[in-house]
Every structure is written in C-alpha cells, then in structure tokens.
C-alpha cells in the first residue's frame, strides 16, 4: 500500500508477531524507528493507551500493525478520539481475525489465524509427548491468510 511508518503495538519478549514485524520492515528495507515500537499489553485498553501514546509523541505514523485484534480496536478507538480517521489518516490490522473484527466500525482488516487447526496440532504434539517422553522442540508453521476489510488504505499524502 505504500506505507513507510508503520508502528508495532504488542508484546516483544517471546513474541513471535513482533520477530515478523521487524523482519518485514527490515525485508521492505524500510526506516526502523523504535519510537514507533510500543510494548503494551495483547488487549483493547493495551492498544488504547499504547496508541494514545504514540500520537501524542509526535512521531510520524500512517499505520498500525497490532499483535492482536483486540489491540487494534483499542487502537482504532483512540486513533478516533484523537481526530484521525480510519482508514484515511491511519491504517490498522490485528492478527486472529476474531469474529468482533468485522463488527468494528470502519470494519477491521485482519490476518487470519487458523486457531481449531492451531489447537488440534497442538493436542497432537502434547499427546505425542506424553506417549512416547520425546521432548524435541518442534517448529509448526500453519497457513494464514489476510482478510481485507475496511481498516487500511494507501498512506495519506502529504
């Protein structure tokens, strides 16, 4: 979409959306700054208040990438409060594609996580685990897919 300031509201430690947004920036070859980096907590009040934050710093920011989708309608709803509209002043996306995303106003543009896969993959593992002792650390990598709402659009010129 043509978006250069795009900020991260989420977890860092342990977090494997956070190790994708910083390897998306650096792959787009694109100005890393950590003003635009927010450690909040994966809920509505923590992107709220993480997003409050960041606009009232200062820092330029055309978009949100939100570890979660909860994170993003907190985010939205402040990005609201402050006077930027959805998406024309500000993108947003979360991650989960929870069924509350495509209630929000304008509609929430979200990544699509397969949890019942996620979750029967997971049984599978813990059951393996407890039957055979093996404690060999696994990497799952699961398709996901983006689903395109109404939260994001090209940057606003300027």
Not at 28 to 34: Q, W
Not at 67 to 74: K, M, V
């Amino acid at each position: 979409m043509g978006h250069i300031h795009i900020a991260y509201l989420g977890e860092r430690k342990n977090e494997i959306r956070y190790r994708g947004y910083w390897d998306a920036i650096s792959q787009l070859a694109l100005p890393i700054n950590r003003e635009l980096i927010i450690d909040t907590p994966l809920s509505t009040e923590g992107g709220y208040q993480a997003t409050k934050r960041l606009l009232s710093s200062k820092s330029r920011v055309t978009a949100l990438f939100c570890a979660n989708d909860l994170t993003a309608i907190g985010a939205m709803k402040a990005a609201v409060e402050a006077g930027l509209s959805v998406p024309e002043k500000l993108s947003v996306i979360g991650i989960d594609d929870i069924e509350t995303s495509q209630y929000t106003t304008p509609m929430l543009t979200t990544i699509h996580i397969p949890m019942e896969e996620l979750g029967i993959m997971t049984a599978k593992i813990l059951i393996d685990r407890i039957e055979t002792g093996k404690r060999i650390p696994m990497k799952v990598e699961l398709p996901f897919r983006l689903i395109k709402r109404e939260s994001c659009a090209p940057p606003p010129r300027t």
